[in-house]
């Protein structure tokens, strides 16, 4: 299945996302287990854009844990307001950061990360349940395309 997540490098930001829409409903379709989801999203995500590190955050109590990631070792908790991801979670909205060295109170798991984006899980009770954040080792990586897109691939897992 790898073989079909190797978009072609060739083709737009936004053509490789439509692309891999579809890749991620067929990997998913028929698998009820939400952990083994989760885990080829991110592979797939990882996968078709070499991005550093893709992975879920789950809100367990009064933290975000690691959950489901694919790339370099990562931290495994934050508290609500610190960092992005902790900032995403407070304010219930996708965070887009361009330099994560402007980044005020940037909680550093990787010394590789230049840019991040974060789209939080948002459930019907209007509660954040999980976020799901992006690093590269690239500056300026993320845009209001990738905040689209992704928040698409989340909302097909929830």
């Given at each position: 299945?790898?073989?079909?997540?190797?978009?072609?490098?060739?083709?737009?930001?936004?053509?490789?996302?439509?692309?891999?829409i579809?890749?991620?409903?067929?990997?998913?379709?028929?698998?009820?287990?939400?952990?083994?989801?989760?885990?080829?999203?991110?592979?797939?995500?990882?996968?078709?854009?070499?991005?550093l590190?893709v992975?879920?955050?789950?809100?367990?109590?009064?933290?975000?844990?690691?959950?489901?990631?694919?790339?370099?070792?990562?931290?495994?908790?934050?508290?609500?307001g610190?960092?992005?991801?902790?900032?995403?979670?407070?304010?219930?909205?996708?965070?887009?950061?361009?330099?994560?060295?402007?980044?005020?109170?940037?909680?550093?798991?990787?010394?590789e990360?230049?840019?991040e984006i974060?789209i939080?899980?948002?459930d019907?009770?209007k509660?954040?349940?999980s976020?799901l954040?992006?690093?590269?080792?690239?500056?300026?990586?993320?845009?209001?395309?990738d905040a689209?897109?992704l928040q698409?691939?989340?909302?097909l897992?929830?």
């Amino acid at each position: 299945m790898s073989e079909d997540l190797l978009i072609n490098k060739k083709h737009s930001k936004k053509e490789q996302y439509e692309q891999l829409i579809p890749q991620v409903k067929a990997l998913i379709e028929g698998e009820v287990n939400s952990l083994a989801n989760r885990a080829n999203l991110c592979a797939a995500i990882k996968e078709t854009f070499g991005f550093l590190w893709v992975g879920f955050y789950h809100v367990i109590e009064s933290e975000l844990v690691l959950g489901t990631f694919q790339g370099p070792i990562a931290c495994t908790r934050i508290k609500k307001g610190k960092g992005v991801c902790g900032t995403s979670w407070e304010k219930k909205e996708v965070i887009i950061v361009k330099d994560v060295s402007l980044f005020p109170g940037h909680i550093s798991c990787s010394s590789e990360s230049r840019s991040e984006i974060v789209i939080p899980v948002i459930d019907d009770k209007k509660e954040v349940i999980s976020v799901l954040d992006i690093d590269h080792s690239e500056l300026n990586t993320f845009d209001d395309i990738d905040a689209y897109y992704l928040q698409l691939l989340v909302d097909l897992l929830f």
